[in-house]
């Protein structure tokens, strides 16, 4: 049926158009603002306990915010390698990182260099206060000096060592080629053992391993399992001489812009998907280090409470060295906040 199109008809059928947008698929979101895009980059295998909380954070995001907001997540350093992640970070090209606190000395904040010390956090339950203590405000304080917002913390659990050749007393690492993640402790770790450090990218670290470049490493069983380490990799040491934490950091000024509606959402994907991600590492390292063991590619050590006492005492002098990069005062205060006891010599 033809109609004559009255002004009032207009008025009308404009008043059903907007009634009737969502049903012919226009909607609110017709006339939404686009979804705000999170770009979720990380170093790691999707099946890597980081891995899956990012996919899982994604999940959750999108969910609690009714789809205001979209994460899209770039694993294995498909879109930034380790230390330009950072960068992009600061820049705002990517907004959401889950960097190993070793990696924070290029951002200039060289204080979380300290719990890479050795053995000082070897132990779950104090690694864990450690990272809860108020101690904590002050370091992040300081990452948000460089527009940097730490959401949480990621326990990702204790190191192991692995090489081609038996890693079982501290002599063994003389002259190997070791890699470490860009921490100066851990540059002073692998000297005091007589190795020589090497900082080389995670994404980079299987073929340098396989290649010759670097003789060995030290990482946590998911990471070996995940990257196929083990393939390149004779020997595994179980050491516990370090730790592997995350930081979830946004940049500042994107999570201050976020509008009102989309922070609860959001945080509550933070809070969730770093309960996943505790729980999941604790799981999958045990369950790593077991299929190493049982791919029978690799011989696995776990040091002797003998061995690992000369260990500590070949590696506490990096705690004396330290004291002049952190000043004796903030070591102090570490090993209250952690309840650290130094052994006495
Ligand atoms: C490493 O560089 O060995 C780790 O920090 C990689 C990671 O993010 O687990």
């Known amino acids: 049926m033809k109609y004559k199109v009255t002004r009032r008809a207009v008025l009308k059928h404009a008043g059903l158009a907007l009634a009737a947008a969502p049903v012919l698929g226009f909607g609110k979101a017709a006339f939404a603002a686009d979804p705000i895009v999170i770009k979720f980059s990380h170093v790691v295998s999707p099946d890597a306990p980081k891995g899956k909380s990012a996919?899982?954070?994604?999940?959750?995001?999108?969910?609690?915010?009714?789809?205001?907001?979209?994460?899209?997540?770039?694993?294995?350093s498909s879109l930034y390698k380790d230390k330009e992640e950072l960068e992009a970070l600061q820049l705002g090209s990517v907004q959401?990182?889950?960097?190993?606190?070793?990696?924070?000395?290029?951002?200039?904040?060289?204080?979380?260099d300290v719990f890479d010390l050795p053995f000082l956090m070897s132990d779950d339950v104090r690694a864990r206060q450690m990272m809860s203590s108020p101690m904590m405000g002050e370091l992040n304080a300081k990452l948000e000096d460089k527009g940097v917002e730490p959401l949480a913390y990621?326990?990702?659990?204790?190191?192991v060592y692995t090489a081609n050749v038996p890693l079982i007393a501290p002599d063994d690492f003389r002259g190997l080629k070791m890699r470490i993640q860009g921490s100066k402790v851990l540059d002073a770790v692998a000297r005091q053992l007589g190795a020589i450090p090497q900082i080389i990218a995670f994404g980079?670290?299987?073929?340098?391993?396989?290649?010759?470049?670097?003789?060995?490493e030290d990482n946590v069983?998911?990471?070996?399992?995940?990257?196929?380490?083990?393939d390149v990799q004779k020997y595994l040491t179980v050491?516990?001489?370090g730790r592997l934490t995350y930081s979830l950091i946004t940049n500042k000024k994107f999570w201050?812009?976020?509008p009102a509606d989309v922070r609860p959402g959001l945080d509550r994907a933070v809070k969730e998907s770093t309960d996943f991600f505790d729980d999941t590492a604790a799981k999958d390292n045990v369950d790593a280090l077991e299929k190493i063991k049982a791919s029978g590619k690799v011989q696995v050590h776990v040091l002797t409470d003998e061995e690992k006492k000369a260990w500590i005492e070949k590696l506490m002098p990096v705690h004396a060295e330290m004291q002049s990069r952190f000043g004796k005062d903030f070591i102090d205060r570490i090993y209250k906040a952690s309840g650290f006891v130094p052994p006495q010599s």
């Not at 980079?204 to 060995?216: K, S």
Request: no cysteine; aromatic share 12%; charged share 20%.
């Open 96 to 112: 959401l990182l889950a960097p190993s606190i070793s990696k924070f000395g290029p951002l200039g904040v060289k204080e979380f």
């Open 256 to 258: 201050d812009s976020l």
């Open 55 to 76: 996919l899982l954070f994604k999940e959750l995001a999108e969910k609690y915010t009714d789809g205001k907001v979209t994460v899209e997540v770039y694993p294995n």
């Open 204 to 216: 980079e670290l299987y073929q340098a391993l396989q290649t010759g470049v670097a003789d060995g």
């Open 221 to 230: 069983p998911s990471n070996i399992w995940t990257q196929k380490l083990y």
């Open 239 to 241: 050491s516990h001489h």
């Open 154 to 159: 990621w326990d990702n659990g204790t190191h």
